[in-house]
């Protein structure tokens, strides 16, 4: 549905004709952009309903495009496709992004994921309450590092864990 929506407003937005030559004639792109944003803008709360009310065929396509996402991240030359789309966009676009659109959404956005944090982060917090360190020896004493790593190699075991992996390596 959503994928429907996009084609139609780019096409929407566009309005390709052809004259009587077969040349085709594009919208001035002020027109098309002031257009489409517009008409994007005003379809948020539509955008939000089936986007909602697609998230189970999205969990079952995501999770079945397994196979597509390996390949698509050890595609011939993607470490360098990466690079290219990071220069072309630029730090400029990003800092603007960040003005524009990022900053406004970012106490929304921790606020709608409270829920989620709670949920990631309670495993975690539990394992190290749960946990009897070695002696602490007086400051500066090699041996007080022995009780972090104690707290690593138990983070780590609920971390692969809760992947459902066995063994001390990922």
């Not at 257009?35 to 065929?57: L, M």
């Not at 496709?81 to 220069?87: D, E, K, M, S």
């Not at 007080?144 to 692969?160: C, D, P, Q, S, W």
């Amino acid at each position: 549905m959503l994928h429907r929506l996009l084609v139609w407003l780019l096409a929407f937005a566009l309005m390709v004709h052809a004259d009587e030559t077969g040349a085709i004639k594009v919208k001035p792109i002020e027109a098309s952009t002031t257009k489409w944003t517009e008409n994007a803008g005003r379809a948020a709360a539509e955008f939000a309903t089936n986007a909602e009310a697609a998230a189970d065929d999205w969990a079952r396509n995501t999770a079945a495009a397994m196979a597509t996402y390996g390949q698509a991240i050890s595609a011939p030359g993607i470490k360098e496709r990466f690079r290219r789309g990071v220069a072309r966009a630029g730090a400029a676009k990003f800092a603007r992004k960040i003005r524009d659109v990022a900053m406004d959404r970012f106490a929304p956005g921790v606020a709608a994921a409270d829920v989620d944090y709670k949920t990631g982060v309670e495993p975690y917090m539990s394992t190290i309450a749960a946990l009897t360190l070695s002696t602490r020896k007086p400051r500066g004493d090699p041996a007080n590092y022995k009780r972090v790593e104690e707290i690593g190699k138990a983070l780590n075991a609920k971390r692969l864990a809760l992947l459902g992996v066995s063994g001390g390596g990922g």
